[in-house]
């Protein structure tokens, strides 16, 4: 849910990078954007502008080479701190205060906030200085000295940081009252539930991929809840990965690739071999430790060039193939399973579909309640002074 939590991502990530980012010795945190009487300054900016940035060039989608695509980049980061500043703006003019008890955190995350940046110049730290109490004091020296070279009195940023972590709990405060009266039922759950279920029966039996790309965003972590059923002609597959070696790497292969021949030959069991000779982090962890990868003949475009193939080649549960090349390096594949097309129950995603239903409950009167202030709150943005930031 996209609420005041972004208001958390942001500060948190509030760096020495982003200090030293300012353009103006007098002021090195100039007010670049006004929500109602909030000043936001130029640091909030460019790091939210670097957060977009890096997520953006992850997917190969960062552009701004036009101006009308840099006016674009420049929107989205000053609706991100508009919508940062809204409920702050709105909890301060209805009077939300914090508790004594509410403050007690606010100063304790501020700290952490605060040892966390110190604590980024150890690896700058002489390494002659090995007592931990000084190599502390070396540490929070070296960052008041690149504040001091970017402009800033040091009492003056911790007080910003303060500030940050102070309005977003009483941010956080306020749009808690405005959810208080969200209470999913579990007949509502149900109904999801059954609606949902028919859905995705029918979407599997259209596009099976589509339960590969269930099944692992639930495994990600990406979405807490598990698919609601599993579409038919998956597999699961274990594979032993020897990689490649690295430029510069001295690593015999095809040594490592006959021991391995040799194990299966007079019967090792595979998991242990897995976990003697494989490089792959995936199946060093549940599920994948346990079950394997899910492969159907719909997704073979999901996994290295040749691998799905081999995988599927395999007859009977059970079966290991020859060692079979990729770009990623050299895999023994198991046959392991076949999955069952079954309906998860109802109970074992009952609380993540109320989860569910909450948190869009939530965002939708999140998104309703920023319509409405941002017409009832003045904001000005000021593009040229973040002309700079690209």
Request: proline residues 3%; charged residues 30%; contains cysteine.
């Amino acid at each position: 849910m996209r609420t005041i939590k972004t208001i958390a991502l942001v500060l948190a990530a509030l760096t020495v990078a982003a200090a030293l980012c300012a353009c103006s010795v007098n002021n090195p945190n100039y007010t670049v954007l006004k929500v109602g009487d909030m000043d936001i300054g130029v640091n909030a900016y460019y790091n939210n502008y670097n957060y977009l940035a890096y997520v953006y060039q992850m997917y190969g989608l960062y552009n701004v080479s036009t101006q009308e695509a840099f006016r674009s980049m420049q929107d989205q980061v000053f609706n991100n701190l508009i919508n940062n500043a809204l409920p702050v703006v709105i909890a301060k003019r209805e009077g939300v205060t914090l508790t004594a008890e509410e403050e007690a955190k606010v100063q304790e995350d501020y700290k952490a906030q605060l040892e966390s940046m110190i604590a980024g110049y150890a690896d700058k730290v002489d390494a002659s200085i090995t007592d931990e109490a000084e190599k502390r004091k070396e540490e929070e020296k070296l960052f008041k000295a690149d504040l001091k070279k970017a402009g800033w009195i040091y009492s003056e940023y911790l007080q910003l940081i303060e500030d940050d972590v102070r309005n977003t709990a009483i941010g956080n405060k306020y749009l808690q009252t405005l959810y208080k009266d969200v209470n999913i039922t579990e007949v509502q759950a149900q109904e999801y539930y059954d609606e949902q279920l028919i859905l995705k029966k029918a979407e599997y039996s259209e596009n099976p991929a589509k339960y590969y790309d269930d099944y692992t965003a639930y495994i990600s972590g990406s979405d807490e809840m598990a698919p609601l059923t599993v579409a038919e002609g998956y597999h699961f597959y274990k594979h032993i990965l020897i990689k490649k070696p690295a430029e510069g790497e001295t690593k015999d292969v095809n040594k490592i690739i006959e021991e391995v021949k040799a194990k299966l030959a007079d019967g090792v069991d595979f998991d242990t071999l897995v976990a003697d000779y494989g490089e792959d982090p995936g199946m060093q962890s549940d599920p994948y430790k346990s079950t394997g990868y899910p492969i159907s003949e719909a997704i073979v475009d999901k996994y290295y060039e040749g691998f799905a193939e081999a995988a599927l080649a395999l007859e009977n549960i059970g079966d290991v193939s020859e060692p079979v090349e990729t770009e990623a390096g050299y895999h023994f594949i198991q046959y392991t399973s076949d999955a069952e097309v079954k309906d998860t129950p109802f109970e074992d995603v009952k609380e993540a579909i109320i989860n569910k239903l909450t948190e869009d409950e939530k965002s939708q009167i999140y998104k309703d309640a920023l319509e409405q202030w941002k017409t009832e709150v003045k904001i000005e943005k000021y593009y040229d002074r973040v002309s700079g930031i690209k």
